[in-house]
């Protein structure tokens, strides 16, 4: 079957504008996980949805970062009123269960100028 | 949430020298995962440990969980070109978020 995919893979917004990425979890896992990634550091936690319900959203950085996941399978992570310092690889991973190993989609790389 | 401190942040070696890259916590862990991130990828899952003084091998890749549990080990032995990349410990945030912490990472170059 098929990986993680994110949509999409690029995407360069101006200082302000609203932006919106798309996450497809491997079908029949039940976590997704969504991390910021910035350059040469390590992923950090975002939030976390066990099927529909966001259990956890202590990453978030600011109410500007909303994320959803309504039907249990793709997500969307949507960043209002862009800011240069949210450039980064925004990645999302997906498992079987919270403990379990994470599979990693190939991130949207996020360039707000 | 927890923390983990990794060394060494970059780690230059010669192609058929091994390599080491260390994970280290001030708190008992009830687990510990590897992954490892090419250039320009995204982080791909190696292994988890679970067991107090585990010690696991994946062909040339050799892992191990300290006794106390605070401290988990990578080993790479006789390096080869594919093994570049950046190696990363990640362990789960216990009472806090339910997503992974990740260690800063290993950068790993390895010289023809």
């Known amino acids: 079957g098929a990986g993680v995919s994110q949509s999409p893979r690029y995407k360069v917004a101006k200082r302000g504008q609203d932006v919106a990425l798309r996450c497809d979890p491997i079908?029949?896992?039940?976590?997704l996980f969504w991390y910021q990634q910035a350059l040469g550091q390590g992923p950090e936690f975002l939030t976390y949805f066990q099927n529909e319900a966001q259990l956890d959203k202590s990453g978030l950085p600011s109410d500007r970062f909303f994320a959803e996941r309504p039907e249990g399978s793709v997500s969307t992570l949507k960043i209002q009123r862009t800011q240069q310092e949210d450039s980064a690889v925004y990645l999302c991973?997906?498992?079987?269960?919270?403990?379990?190993?994470?599979?990693f989609g190939p991130g949207t790389r996020l360039t707000v100028t | 949430g927890q923390q983990v401190m990794q060394i060494p942040q970059y780690q230059h070696v010669q192609e058929g020298e091994d390599f080491t890259t260390y994970c280290n916590s001030s708190?008992?862990?009830?687990?510990i995962q590897w992954y490892k991130q090419r250039p320009g990828g995204h982080p791909v899952f190696l292994i988890q440990?679970?067991?107090?003084?585990e010690v696991k091998k994946q062909k040339r890749l050799t892992f191990q969980f300290g006794e106390a549990k605070k401290n988990s080990s990578l080993h790479i032995t006789a390096t080869q070109t594919t093994d570049v990349g950046t190696y990363f410990c990640a362990v789960g945030s216990g009472g806090g978020a339910d997503g992974l912490t990740f260690g800063k990472g290993t950068h790993l170059i390895i010289q023809p």
């Open positions: 991973a997906s498992s079987f269960s919270r403990d379990y190993e994470q599979y």
């Open positions: 079908s029949g896992h039940v976590s």
């Open positions: 708190t008992t862990l009830s687990n």
């Open positions: 440990l679970v067991k107090s003084g």
